[in-house]
């Protein structure tokens, strides 16, 4: 059977919000479709687009801006360059005109009320999250291609094998929490050291390195906007941003130019329990009301649950003398381990899985890197992540409005928090006398997913989404 092999820079992406799995994953499969229109040399042919939604996609597609992305994505604009500020600007004056310019390049006549179809009782069977694209050419023929979506950014074309990188012979190759500690205990090698080895299987450490660095780079700026950014959220809750106020509140009203000079303020703020729970929430807050404004972001391993990662990792680096590049890798190294092994025995995806799926795996892996940060060993740092999940199990997912932004910015916070309980907890831990397994609890997650009304599965039929009455203007 072919092992899946992730790499730290398939689990955290540089992209765009609100949703990893309904705006960066059909971003990215609009550029795909246009690729394959370019490979097949029809671009310039082309004289016609339609596309289609199915499952989820079409259920909360409005809200979680899948149109907005596919629009982009088909317009050959990549979500990792494109300014975000121009995100609405662009698809404003393609409706307006009426016209895509396919890949840049090939003007087509588009109706988005006829091309542009949100199938919301129709469902593909490999996946909730699935689109069709269609290309009518001036000679009569069609090219159709479907793609789905399945969690964190990750992309799979009906037909294809889903690969996004050329395989290689992995010095550890691991499917499992188990295969995992093996390795280190066979090596005597910190888990993040074992990822180190396998990337290297791909390209040189230093390249790893400065990779990891630049994910880092983009979660600092995007935590910084969010703590200096005012206003409403965009999709009609009328949602107001809550971090810059907490900011200033607990850092006061002194302008700071930069990162480094705003985080030595927030260090001097004090290491009072309180000021530190206050701080993670409001790191974690920044980063997912900058996701729901259409900002940049990192997957981690979704867009949904983008805040829980770069929360905790602030707090290391603030309140723990954290802050050298080397802890900032090794923290972004294990974690993404942690990530890989629950998207390879279950989902991140919550179109799959429910919120479980990702604020539940986006706290273990923040709480098995904290713990490898502060020293703990391998089995703790396991354990770390297996408690984290624990107390995640069952977690729907309802957005209300289908946007992402109640509850699920909040639940960032409360993610992070419990990722910084879950490390404590290991670290006073003998991991020897633990009965539950990472595992068992990757397994337990999987048989809750399936078992889980596809109602709560971001789908906006269920929960909080039925029971908060709302009436959002068309967008």
């Known amino acids: 059977m072919q092992r899946e092999q992730i790499s730290v820079f398939d689990i955290f992406k540089i992209g765009i919000g609100p949703s990893s799995s309904h705006t960066l994953g059909p971003w990215r499969a609009a550029q795909q479709f246009v690729q394959s229109l370019i490979d097949k040399k029809a671009l310039e042919f082309v004289e016609e687009v339609k596309i289609l939604l199915y499952g989820s ?16 994505g088909l317009s050959g604009d990549d ?6 500020d121009q995100v609405i600007p662009k698809t404003a004056e393609i409706r307006k005109t009426g016209k895509l310019l396919v890949g840049g390049k090939q003007e087509v006549i588009f109706n988005e009320s006829e091309d542009l179809l949100f199938l919301f009782n129709e469902s593909l069977p490999f996946h909730p999250n699935a689109v069709t694209f269609q290309a009518f050419l001036t000679n009569g023929a069609a090219i159709s291609e479907t793609y789905y979506s399945i969690g964190g950014g990750f992309v799979v074309k009906e037909g294809g094998d889903g690969q996004t990188k050329t395989d290689v012979d992995l010095p550890f190759p691991i499917e499992t929490a188990n295969n995992l500690l093996h390795w280190c205990i066979k090596t005597g090698l910190k888990i993040s050291e074992v990822v180190m080895e396998n990337e290297s299987a791909w390209r040189t450490e230093q390249e790893t390195r400065s990779g990891v660095l ?6 600092k700026e995007c935590i910084y906007r969010g703590c200096h950014t005012t206003g409403y959220l965009p999709g009609g809750l009328n949602v107001a941003r809550r971090a810059a106020s907490l900011n200033r509140r607990l850092i006061g009203n002194r302008v700071y130019t930069n990162y480094d000079e705003w985080v030595d303020a927030v260090r001097d703020t004090g290491n009072s329990f309180q000021n530190i729970l206050d701080w993670v929430s409001c790191f974690a807050l920044a980063v997912n009301e ?5 900002g940049r972001v990192v997957t981690a391993p979704t867009n949904g649950a983008a805040g829980v990662i770069p929360a905790v990792l602030q707090y290391y680096l603030v309140f723990c003398d954290g802050y050298t590049d080397e802890r900032i890798i090794q923290f972004l190294l294990t974690a993404s381990e942690v990530g890989s092994i629950f998207k390879k025995g279950a989902t991140i995806s919550a179109a799959m899985g429910g919120c479980q799926a990702e604020i539940g795996v986006s706290s273990a892996m923040a709480a098995a890197a904290l713990t490898e940060c502060l020293g703990g060993t391998q089995r703790q740092v396991l354990m770390a992540a297996e408690i984290a999940m624990e107390h995640h199990l069952g977690m729907t997912c309802d957005p209300i409005g289908g946007l992402v932004q109640v509850p699920c910015i909040e639940r960032n916070t409360m993610g992070a928090i419990k990722a910084i309980t ?23 997650m999987w048989q809750t997913a ?7 599965k971001e789908t906006s039929d269920g929960g909080l989404a039925i029971n908060i009455p709302l009436s959002l203007p068309e967008c």
């Open 290 to 294: 900058e996701n729901a404004s259409f």
């Open 450 to 456: 399936l078992d889980m009304n596809s109602k709560y």
């Open 79 to 84: 979500p990792v360059t494109f300014e975000v």
């Open 422 to 444: 879950a490390s404590q907890l290991a670290l006073q831990t003998n991991p020897d006398n633990a009965k539950v397994s990472l595992d068992a609890v990757v397994k337990t």
């Open 214 to 219: 630049n994910i880092f780079k983009a979660m």
């Open 57 to 72: 996609l079409a259920k909360t597609g409005k809200g979680h801006g899948t149109d907005i992305a596919i629009l982009l």
